[in-house]
């Protein structure tokens, strides 16, 4: 059974503190996945990684950052957390393979910047 | 730019009242259509994929069809154990950020009364 895994389900932070977002995945899934989700504003992309220490931006990369040290780990930084950054974040992984793209979410975090 | 359309934003049906979620889509090229389906506070499940134009696929009682612009989701008889939202997200040629991208829809939020 696929399985991805968040560190946290829910997080209060303060303003300006360094918020650190876990997720891990036993699929061997070599794309991994960071997402927020808000509401009326959908899932929104915010970096993604197709190998080990390698990351893309995606739509909304503006005060996050993530790492990559192991195929089954990714992490999403946030690196002086502001009230906007409010938000579930869900991680998510996929195969990379032509044939195929279904991406596995994890559960979700939800966290709160105060 | 890749473009993905719900409707309606929501949904009440009567348990057993059968009826179509759509999801329209604007991309350079499809390479898959995904469904998902997420309860609150929780992360998206996934359900189907379809690749073409014509292509079905079924699972209990749901049933996912694709043509060249658009995608339904049609639930017979439903119970209230279907009440969740379900995305939709498209794969496509153009993706950006990397192949491996999906533009997710906003949307249908269904409820299933008994």
């Known amino acids: 059974d696929v399985k991805v895994t968040q560190s946290s389900r829910y997080l209060v932070k303060r303003t300006g503190e360094k918020v650190f977002l876990e997720c891990v995945q036993d699929m061997d899934h070599e794309n991994m996945f960071w997402y927020r989700q808000d509401p009326g504003l959908g899932l929104r992309l915010i970096y993604f990684s197709y190998d080990v220490k390698m990351k893309e931006k995606g739509d909304i990369p503006e005060g996050y950052s993530v790492s990559r040290e192991k195929k089954e780990r990714f992490s999403l930084i946030l690196e002086s957390a502001s009230t906007n950054q409010t938000s579930m974040y869900l991680c998510a992984s996929s195969r990379r393979l032509a044939g195929g793209n279904e991406q596995f979410f994890g559960p979700g975090t939800r966290l709160t910047v105060l | 730019e890749d473009q993905v359309t719900q409707s309606p934003e929501a949904l009440r049906l009567q348990e057993g009242e059968s009826s179509s979620l759509n999801c329209s889509y604007t991309v350079s090229g499809l390479r898959g259509l995904f469904w998902y389906r997420q309860d609150p506070g929780k992360g998206p499940e996934f359900l189907f994929t379809l690749y073409s134009a014509g292509e079905e696929k079924e699972k209990e009682r749901l049933k996912a069809t694709l043509t060249k612009k658009e995608s339904f989701l049609h639930i017979t008889a439903p119970k209230p154990e279907d009440s969740a939202t379900y995305l939709c997200?498209?794969?496509?040629w153009g993706s950006g950020a990397g192949s491996y991208q999906l533009t997710f829809g906003k949307g249908t939020k269904l409820s299933v009364i008994p």
């Open positions: 997200a498209v794969w496509s």
